[in-house]
């Protein structure tokens, strides 16, 4: 992948989370973390 390609994809991978953050109403990224007692492994974030 050449260096524009991937400074795109990030990009709008960070377009994508930016409107997940607006339609969800999310203030701060601590928001999005899993609570402390939450078990260890892989945490999704969806708008669903």
């Known amino acids: 992948m050449d260096a524009l390609s ?6 709008d991978t960070l377009q994508a989370f930016a409107e997940l953050c607006e339609v969800t109403g999310v203030r701060s990224s601590q928001e999005l973390l899993p609570p402390k007692d939450a078990k260890p492994g ?7």
């Open 42 to 48: 892989l945490h999704l974030l969806s708008d669903a």
């Open 6 to 11: 991937e400074l795109t994809a990030r990009l």
